[in-house]
């Protein structure tokens, strides 16, 4: 179950954006699992992809087609990673690629690969191709919640957002999905994010555009500590409505750049309220530092802490946990000069317990489905915010089940 | 339930080292809390602690106390950690050295300060001073096995081990106890480990000798890869046989080192196998890096991961988790050159599946309860191993239950 507020908003239509989805039996019957993005010639796309070193094949592939050409065609399947696969994994990635490209007729470097499911098994290239014409034959517009649908996979939930920005009487439209509940630390990037506007945006302002948004919020979250192989984020500017921005001072530039990070934030932080078992909703907000940098440390050593972790789905105020967390971060720090509150209750200051701290209030506050756990360093005026969620008996079960 | 053997073997007395139990009433009755060190005059004592910036009280004051003088007496606590706990807890920790002193005749700073247990709460010092007497009475040589169990906290098996070495005619003892279960991922040292020789080792190279073979020990292992705020390695040479050992060049010292990184492995090894929830015992061992610095960060990555941890507890051979692991550790790897096996079954190489690999050997390997995960980076020489546990539901309940 979701932690909080999970509906999606109606995920709006993109100009320039046609989805088709299908079922090609990758892994399982009986489910969508194929999702074709047919993007309108003249649109420019921005991609973000994993830092793991055994990045998948259809990882690899992308980075070489993107450098080359522009997308006009994405094709993602779930149910098999097409990672640590080897050179055989890269050919048959490719081999789909090649079999799109043909029907559609654009160049096969026009279609970026997406994969997402188990690591290391054969990729039934096979049964992808045969679902292409379905899938193509279902290309529609209005498309995005199916194709939320269509690319999860322990996701317990559809992930999207939407927002409609209208400046100067252009009227703007941002839609994004995103897939995701285990192997969560995303590193530049997470697996599968799509996000696409109408608007006519410059492509070296928009791959800006696209790092700096996913840097506060994929690259924010974490349920495990686990980067995935196959982390990809990718933004499209479709350029059917307005005139073209190619820079930060362009009038059009913030209120654009603000409905692209607020999809960003509302489907990364989806991920985390679907975490893998999660029951609890943690904001772990860190201020006070020297630099960011220490913040983003700080808070992702909490956020990583399974002693943390199984305290909040235990609902025990045991905050010493979070201070051991703070203090193995490598960051110097007087220990008289940080304080730590959940939500509204100051439960530690100057090194030792907070003088209004009571357990009752305590377990109060622990007990809330979401939580922000504010760390205040004393150091100086930075500050950085990751977002995670607990660890339960359910996090244990699924990911000692999955596979079967 | 502990992994594999965790029987021990005699713990022999150290001559100069004597050892009184006794129940202070700390946070439980009906069990041994207090333990109490009588070191002999003209012993030499080395120490690491923890690197966490919120080290405990007791931490700060052993570190201040063991640059003033020699140790004489060492005073260890469980149920209560005395960390967190501002100034008031140094002072608490403080009263009960100079109780201890005033009642032996020795110097306040000759008496170390160990605690371990709940974070946050005040030490309750009048009970630990009520129960000197008691553990002065209790003073013996041979009460090291005793130590061993009245140091747990939510151990459940007492750790230690012992070595005799004879060399030229001396015959030297080494013996060692730890304890620890959880919050285990030791940086110089881990929560509570006594090691004693009765050799007469140089104080400067005692010190090096500690830090060397925690490297090997303490410092490579692993259960939730949280630091704790209290640890301490403590190793005495009680000087009571042989002569001075006051270089690496002393015909000695290789025997007295090799014993004493035997002890301390041991007893290292000891936590992971009594990890909280742990069912299987896994082995990291990283070859063929550039340095073994690399080989240390992808092996830790490997044992900290939730997912590699999960997958072991189900005796699931999801091989792709431990090539994902080992992608995130930031060292720039060619996927082609990397081989993973488990035990004597090669599960990865060239970047996907090895030739030989069946899922029924895989299978076969993942459910033994001792399992050596052996990476091979094709890129250098250097090497380095870490000892973890997996990740159960047993670990969750232990950690959202503990306080109670």
Chains 1, 2 share one sequence.
């Not at 009227?171 to 995701?180: A, E, F």
């Not at 599968?192 to 945006?201: C, K, P, Y």
């Not at 495990?224 to 820079?247: F, R, Y």
């Amino acid at each position: 179950m979701p932690v909080g507020n999970v509906e999606l908003v109606k995920l709006n239509p993109v100009k320039g954006i046609k989805i088709g989805i299908t079922e090609a039996h990758v892994r399982y019957a009986g489910r969508k699992d194929l999702t074709v993005f047919d993007i309108i010639a003249g649109a420019n796309t921005a991609v973000v992809t994993t830092q793991n070193q055994f990045c998948a094949a259809p990882v690899q592939l992308l980075r070489e087609f993107i450098a080359k050409d522009s997308p006009r065609y994405l094709i993602v399947n779930t149910g098999n990673a097409n990672a640590a696969t080897g050179e055989d994994g890269k050919q048959r990635a490719k081999t789909t690629c090649v079999a799109l490209a043909e029907k559609t007729g654009v160049a096969a470097e026009q279609v970026l690969p997406y994969s997402t499911g188990v690591i290391g098994e054969t990729l039934p290239a096979d049964k992808i191709i045969a679902g292409l014409d379905s899938a193509l034959a279902n290309l529609s517009d209005d498309n995005w919640l199916g194709a939320a649908h269509s690319i999860m996979t322990t996701d317990t939930t559809p992930k999207g957002h939407s927002e409609i920005v209208e400046i100067d009487g252009t009227t703007y439209t941002v839609t994004g999905i995103s897939k995701g509940a285990g192997m969560i630390r995303p590193n530049m990037a997470t697996m599968l994010g799509f996000v696409a506007t109408d608007a006519n945006i410059e492509k070296s302002l928009l791959q800006n555009i696209l790092t700096d948004t996913v840097n506060q919020s994929f690259n924010r979250i974490t349920v495990d500590g686990d980067t995935s192989t196959n982390d990809c984020c990718t933004l499209i500017a479709t350029g059917q409505v307005g005139e073209m921005i190619d820079s930060e001072n362009h009038p059009h530039y913030q209120a654009i750049y603000q409905a692209i990070k607020n999809v960003m934030i509302r489907i990364a932080q989806l991920i985390v309220r679907d975490g893998e078992g999660a029951t609890k909703f943690m904001t772990v907000k860190v201020t006070g530092g020297e630099t960011s940098e220490e913040c983003a440390k700080i808070a992702y050593e909490v956020a990583h802490s399974p002693l943390v972790k199984t305290a909040f789905f235990a609902s025990d105020p045991n905050w010493g946990r979070i201070l051991a967390a703070v203090g193995k971060a490598g960051v110097m720090l007087d220990q008289s000069k940080v304080a730590v509150s959940l939500d509204d209750v100051r439960i530690c200051e100057r090194g030792g317990l907070a003088q209004d701290y009571t357990e009752a209030r305590g377990s109060e506050v622990m007990k809330r489905p979401e939580i922000t756990i504010h760390i205040e360093l004393g150091r100086g005026q930075a500050s950085d915010t990751v977002y995670t969620c607990d660890l339960s008996y359910e996090y244990v079960k699924i990911n000692a089940d999955y596979r079967s």
